[in-house]
């Protein structure tokens, strides 16, 4: 059973930065593991923020690209997500997930953010960007 566990979270005026972390443990087969950020506000749907499939491509949702990397140390079994410039609207609960990709599946750029594609979550870290 996989288990993951975001930090990182915290408050920070807008224009500021935070690096957020996902410890992962219990994979079977890491290398196959396609790893995602979402992010949910209060009265909003849960949104993808940034992905990354087994293989190394990455996708960042529109709204944060230039300002929002993701980047993952397969050695630690750990997620981050590197926040910069952050906007107000960028408040909201971050969650990390994974989930297996099976061989031979392809067209993985159009499922990154289907909340379906992921098995794994989070309990989620919360970011408030301030004024």
């Known amino acids: 059973q996989v288990s993951l566990m975001e930090s990182g979270g915290g408050s920070v005026q807008v224009g500021g930065s935070l690096r957020l972390s996902c410890a992962g443990s219990g994979y079977s087969d890491n290398s196959r593991y396609a790893k995602a950020w979402f992010r949910q506000a209060p009265g909003s749907e849960r949104e993808g923020v940034a992905a990354?499939?087994?293989?190394?491509?990455?996708i960042v949702a529109e709204s944060v690209k230039g300002r929002f990397t993701i980047s993952q140390d397969n050695a630690k079994n750990t997620l981050y997500l590197q926040m910069n410039s952050l906007k107000q609207e960028d408040t909201a609960t971050y969650y990390c997930?994974?989930?297996?990709?099976?061989?031979?599946?392809?067209?993985?750029?159009?499922?990154?953010?289907?909340?379906?594609?992921?098995?794994?979550w989070g309990q989620g870290t919360q970011v408030a960007v301030s004024s």
């Open positions: 990354i499939d087994y293989d190394g491509k990455m």
């Open positions: 997930a994974a989930g297996y990709t099976a061989p031979g599946r392809s067209g993985w750029s159009l499922r990154a953010f289907r909340l379906d594609e992921y098995d794994y």
